[in-house]
């Protein structure tokens, strides 16, 4: 085990392993009254999210890229609506997020699940390599941008997820956005 491991990616002696379910998390937990945010709550773990804390009584929305395709996912899964949000692009989080502060509500949780993996070298309107925009930096624009609602809860809390995919290739701080190596799309994710 690395130093990195070793001092932040310590237990928390949960009960909980590798094969607990959101819904064993969750067990005997109310939501009712409660808003979450779910990035990518359409699909993969973000769909199974939606589903626990929908049944949990949360009211859930799911920002999704592909609105048409989070309908179609989402139909039936009581408690949820949907907004349309691109994590690769400043003005759809700035949007997303003053449309969701103008109701001037709470906001209790905010997951940010959404990620890609394994597309073509792009980059975003900042020149920002596009994984590395949406896997990362987008999370912690969502999250500055709705601050307000989140202190409005009172207790709020933010979620991101990642992976092991750092494991896989170190991280390149002298060229983050690939402009003077080959682009690979494992090293971008990582």
Same mark, same amino acid.
């Given at each position: 085990? /690395?130093?990195?491991? =070793?001092a932040?990616?310590?237990?928390?002696?949960?009960?909980?392993?590798? @094969?607990?379910?959101?819904?064993?998390v969750?067990?005997?937990? @109310?939501?009712? !009254?409660?808003?979450? %945010?779910?990035?990518? !709550?359409?699909?993969?773990? =973000?769909?199974?999210?939606?589903?626990?804390? #929908?049944?949990? !009584?949360?009211?859930?929305?799911?920002?999704?890229?592909?609105?048409?395709?989070a309908?179609?996912?989402?139909?039936?899964?009581? /408690?949820?609506?949907?907004?349309?949000?691109?994590?690769?692009?400043p003005?759809? %989080?700035?949007g997303?997020?003053?449309?969701?502060?103008?109701?001037?509500?709470?906001? $209790?949780?905010?997951?940010n699940?959404?990620?890609?993996?394994?597309? &073509?070298?792009?980059?975003?309107?900042?020149?920002?390599e596009?994984?590395?925009?949406?896997n990362?930096?987008?999370?912690?624009?969502?999250? #500055?941008?709705?601050w &307000?609602?989140?202190k409005? #809860?009172?207790?709020?809390? %933010?979620? /991101?997820?990642?992976?092991? =995919? $750092? $494991?896989? #290739? &170190?991280?390149?701080?002298?060229? &983050?956005n690939?402009?003077?190596?080959p682009?690979?799309?494992?090293?971008?994710?990582?």
């Amino acid at each position: 085990m /690395n130093n990195y491991q =070793g001092a932040l990616q310590q237990r928390l002696g949960t009960g909980f392993s590798h @094969s607990s379910t959101a819904a064993d998390v969750i067990k005997g937990i @109310s939501l009712a !009254g409660k808003t979450a %945010i779910v990035t990518g !709550g359409n699909t993969g773990i =973000g769909l199974q999210t939606t589903k626990t804390l #929908a049944a949990a !009584g949360a009211t859930v929305i799911v920002a999704a890229r592909d609105v048409e395709k989070a309908r179609k996912n989402l139909s039936g899964i009581r /408690n949820t609506e949907i907004m349309w949000i691109d994590m690769m692009d400043p003005a759809s %989080i700035d949007g997303f997020a003053e449309k969701y502060l103008s109701e001037g509500e709470p906001l $209790h949780l905010l997951i940010n699940n959404a990620g890609i993996m394994w597309v &073509p070298f792009r980059k975003d309107s900042r020149g920002i390599e596009s994984q590395l925009a949406t896997n990362y930096i987008s999370q912690f624009h969502l999250t #500055a941008r709705l601050w &307000p609602a989140l202190k409005l #809860a009172c207790g709020a809390r %933010i979620v /991101n997820l990642s992976s092991l =995919g $750092h $494991h896989m #290739a &170190p991280f390149d701080f002298s060229d &983050p956005n690939f402009s003077n190596r080959p682009y690979e799309t494992l090293a971008a994710y990582g």
